[in-house]
């Protein structure tokens, strides 16, 4: 294993280190390894809570900053946070309006969001949770009991964002979360395996004309080993797949994601988008906004998924909302 | 080799057509091969036009947009544009008050730019080059006479782009632009080499427990390869040579990048950047602003290098001023 790290067990904390020298817009509480606004939350506004395995930078700790998350917490590699410090994350952002927590549908974050939010409402900080399931690819997981929450997260946490933060109530800002995961897919494939510090191997072995269709972001098994296919067979694909799962018909806006799982370069991304965006033109469906760009990844896994959101006037008026973060800025 | 491409022949087409596809508000003319803001010059306003060879996603496409290039003019993977293509990117954005040519130093590089340049002062498109050359790795290489232009690049055009959008006249922004290079150091290491789409094999094959010290940005050798270290002592020996070069005392605000290479995921680049954070501050060293990403590339290169610049107040106030391109955006 090549990586830069001191040492596997300190992965977080070191990185936790590196975000706070390079963000003085954010706090870091590196004990209780949580991301804050450094900011307090202007009294009566709503509050946005995510977290989740370590691995798939930005998120959510780059997610955070106005008109986004208020806090993130950022457990282990690919492991949940604790209930402790999902709880000390919403007290501490919480202005009394309420907490919505943007749980991404893996078993022990359903499990320990869950019991984060029952301790917080005993200690008076309201909750509502909106769960994220948006990956078409597999129905159950090594690590899910339905569909996996991927791509998709980071819709939800940009337009609940943007509603709270122009004053919408606890159950507005997550309504309109839970509606923009009802109408988001996502689909990925994976030219190499991603290795956790802690193993130090590559999760899976794939031979040099080898992908994985369908992969998820923890490098648990797609749905298929295929050949190697040319890019603009695997936007097909892709495409295709999603589309199965989210017919969209023209007048539908669409919300567009190619993103890259850690490893592939920009370049790519950027070739395969415009495959990707010639194969939904041919399907009648307009992009309405897009992002490229490594968002949601799987440690140095070489691969790309694709999310579209089938997204109405009022989700596309609060994507375009300003949003100031490390990883996602506009308008600001 | 494991890419996402239609054929080594179309990488760059086909990228372009990716990025036509993703930005609005860029106009890309995929025939000549230049990428443009989509909205005109504004008359009497100075137009920074940059380029060299793909490969180094954002740059330089990535970079085009308010506030920093007006046009970049895209090459061969790692071969640099030619001088037909620069001379119309300079045509197309020139408003009357000249345009200036930011050019990496790299042979072919600054052989085509400066014949790009002859032939626009024959149509009457007045120019000025600032050469970049900040890596301190190697004096002389396979591609160049004296040093390489690698990570300072961006710093030049961020804050030369933002001189001309404040309305500096030709001179003064070229001024600022070879100021900003002249303080500026940048130095790198690659824990693999990245594979050209052509060559479809990685440039040099580095062991298990290996590293390349003083890596170029085109694959070519660095300085000696080395036992991998942990990335304190990496961050040690970054920051040891840069600040060899580049006296900084405690008064000197620092602009600092820690850029990856393109194949390495942003939590490993967080951690390097803590430990580079950490040994800055040792020496004394200010970090005023700074920089954490893939933004000055070398394919699916595992690596990162780290580019500090000397700033002055001057300096910091156009690095702060409002910037919208697709890789950089803030305060707009």
Redesign the interface.
Known sequence: ???????PDT?ID?????????HPGLAVDTRQRIITRARPTRPGRVALVSGGG??H??LHG?FVGTGMLDAACPGEVFTSPVPDQVLAAATAVDSGAGVVLVVKNYTGDVMNFEMAAELAEEEGVRTATVLVDDDVAVRDSTFTAGRRGTGATLFVEKIAGALAEQGGDLQAVADIGRRVNAASRSFAVA??ACTTPASGRPGFDLA??E?EVGIGIHGEPGRSREK?L???D?ADLTVRTVLEDLPLSSEDPAIVM?NGM??????????????V??RLSERGVT?AR???G?YV?S??M?G?SLTVCRADDRMLELWDAPV?TPAL????
């Open positions: 294993m090549k990586k830069f790290l001191n040492s992965v070191d990185a936790l280190a590196g975000i706070a020298a390079a370590s691995g930078e930005p780059g030219l190499t040099d004309d992908i190697l040319p890019a603009r695997l190619l850690g490893g592939t370069p920009l370049l790519e991304l950027y070739l395969l988008f415009g495959e965006a010639a992009i897009s992002l490229v490594n990844t440690l140095d070489a790309a100031s800025r506009w308008g600001l």
